[in-house]
């Protein structure tokens, strides 16, 4: 359908000469030149276009030459506009919203801060770069812009949703409404397991797909699996995948398992061995810890010190 439609290239999917977005590069490249409603932004600057159809809305946007880390305050400055301004104003910004929790392996580009961009006085701002939806809202507590997050999961993250393509709707009175719609079908499956001294990989594989079938998994969902509970002690687990699009295992709550009881009623003898001994004080200490963070750390030496005892490999696990 011949809608307009306007493209801010990032810094991942820049503009060049002889890249697909220029008309030279799609003449070079053998591809089909863009036809009359598409407009592309080209670099350096932020440019404003206004079309006939859409007398009363004009859209501002920006393009990368490279996959580079612009750095200063690029919204410190007021963007020029052609005057007079319309109704409503968009802008396409690809960058780096300062005050937003962000993961630290995301490069930060073109920074901006929450009142710099509202400062501009844009009806609103179709954000992108950072891949976890967020929202700025005015001081009157109005919509202004957004990140609509990947449109498809390309991670599987505890919390399933991926975020989605951003409609949203302006009215001419500054009003903005915005729906966010998936346009991935597969969803993430997140599935508790809790072993039992399990000590085969067909009772470890019983579990994994019997969990997944519980949650109604598919051969096209992402899963995942959070193993917990004890293995028997001498043997390595194998984490197996069930019937999924791909999966993922986290396993730093499983624990090697030991007769607790029988531990303990061992120690009461007075010839005890030592294993039993040290066992009986932990969970003696455990008891009387009040400290959840305490009480990890002391698990977590049971864990170990039992693991020694018996001769088995000790090595060190996360805990939160």
């Given at each position: 359908?011949?809608?307009?439609?306007?493209i801010s290239p990032g810094n991942h999917d820049w503009y060049s000469s002889t890249g697909p977005y220029a008309m030279s590069g799609r003449d070079t490249l053998g591809l089909r030149?863009?036809?009359?409603?598409?407009?592309?932004?080209?670099?350096?600057?932020?440019?404003?276009?206004?079309?006939?159809?859409?007398?009363?809305?004009?859209?501002?946007?920006?393009?990368?030459?490279?996959?580079?880390?612009?750095?200063?305050?690029?919204?410190?400055?007021?963007?020029?506009?052609?005057?007079?301004?319309?109704?409503?104003?968009?802008?396409?910004?690809?960058?780096?919203?300062?005050?937003?929790?962000?993961?630290?392996?995301?490069?930060?580009?073109?920074?901006?801060?929450?009142?710099?961009?509202?400062?501009?006085?844009?009806?609103?701002?179709?954000?992108?770069?950072?891949?976890?939806?967020?929202?700025?809202?005015?001081?009157?507590?109005?919509?202004?812009?957004?990140?609509?997050?990947?449109?498809?999961?390309a991670q599987i993250l505890p919390g399933g949703g991926c975020g989605g393509c951003l409609c949203a709707t302006l009215t001419p009175e500054g009003a903005v409404d915005v729906e966010?719609?998936?346009?991935?079908?597969?969803?993430?499956?997140?599935?508790?397991?809790?072993?039992?001294?399990?000590?085969?990989?067909?009772?470890?594989?019983?579990?994994?797909?019997?969990?997944?079938?519980?949650?109604?998994?598919?051969?096209?969902?992402?899963?995942?699996?959070?193993?917990?509970?004890?293995?028997?002690?001498?043997?390595?687990?194998?984490?197996?995948?069930?019937?999924?699009?791909?999966?993922?295992?986290?396993?730093?709550?499983?624990?090697?398992?030991?007769?607790?009881?029988?531990?303990?009623?061992?120690?009461?003898?007075p010839s005890a061995p030592m294993d039993a001994i040290f066992a009986a004080q932990l969970l003696k200490e455990l008891e009387e810890e009040t400290d959840e963070s305490q009480k990890?750390?002391?698990?977590?030496?049971?864990?170990?010190?039992?693991?020694?005892?018996?001769?088995?490999?000790?090595?060190?696990?996360?805990?939160?």
């Amino acid at each position: 359908a011949p809608l307009p439609v306007f493209i801010s290239p990032g810094n991942h999917d820049w503009y060049s000469s002889t890249g697909p977005y220029a008309m030279s590069g799609r003449d070079t490249l053998g591809l089909r030149p863009w036809p009359a409603h598409v407009h592309i932004f080209e670099p350096p600057s932020f440019t404003t276009i206004c079309i006939p159809e859409l007398k009363d809305l004009s859209i501002t946007g920006h393009a990368f030459e490279g996959n580079l880390s612009v750095t200063g305050n690029p919204l410190s400055e007021r963007i020029a506009r052609p005057e007079p301004h319309t109704t409503l104003s968009v802008l396409l910004l690809h960058g780096s919203r300062n005050n937003f929790a962000i993961d630290p392996a995301q490069k930060i580009t073109f920074p901006f801060t929450d009142d710099q961009f509202l400062n501009q006085g844009f009806s609103y701002a179709a954000l992108g770069h950072y891949h976890t939806p967020s929202e700025i809202r005015d001081a009157h507590g109005n919509l202004r812009a957004a990140y609509g997050g990947r449109p498809f999961n390309a991670q599987i993250l505890p919390g399933g949703g991926c975020g989605g393509c951003l409609c949203a709707t302006l009215t001419p009175e500054g009003a903005v409404d915005v729906e966010s719609h998936s346009l991935d079908t597969r969803r993430i499956i997140e599935c508790d397991i809790v072993c039992n001294n399990i000590d085969t990989p067909e009772a470890m594989r019983a579990l994994v797909h019997e969990a997944y079938a519980n949650k109604s998994g598919t051969a096209e969902d992402f899963a995942l699996l959070r193993f917990s509970g004890t293995i028997k002690p001498g043997w390595t687990p194998e984490f197996p995948e069930p019937d999924c699009f791909a999966a993922k295992s986290v396993t730093k709550s499983l624990r090697t398992g030991f007769d607790l009881d029988a531990l303990q009623q061992a120690a009461l003898d007075p010839s005890a061995p030592m294993d039993a001994i040290f066992a009986a004080q932990l969970l003696k200490e455990l008891e009387e810890e009040t400290d959840e963070s305490q009480k990890t750390i002391l698990r977590d030496a049971l864990e170990y010190g039992l693991a020694a005892f018996s001769g088995l490999p000790v090595e060190a696990r996360d805990a939160d």
